[in-house]
């Protein structure tokens, strides 16, 4: 996959749930990366 970094967040201090704006963001297809201290996954974002 080939791309670039559009944002990044710490979120290791955070309990809960995290919503992330991504209204700046031009439509297409993103991956997103989230890891955690024992697990990462990595989810398609698809902004229309």
């Known amino acids: ?3 670039k970094l559009v ?3 710490d979120l290791r201090t955070m ?3 995290k919503a992330v ?3 700046s ?4 297809v993103y991956m997103v ?3 955690g201290d024992s697990a990462s996954t990595v989810k ?3 902004k229309e």
């Not at 963001?25 to 297409?28: D, V």
């Open 44 to 46: 398609r974002l698809i």
């Open 15 to 17: 309990q809960g749930e």
């Open 21 to 23: 704006d991504v209204s």
């Open 1 to 3: 996959i080939n791309g």
């Open 33 to 35: 990366q989230i890891i």
């Open 25 to 28: 963001l031009a439509s297409g």
């Open 7 to 9: 944002s990044q967040t």
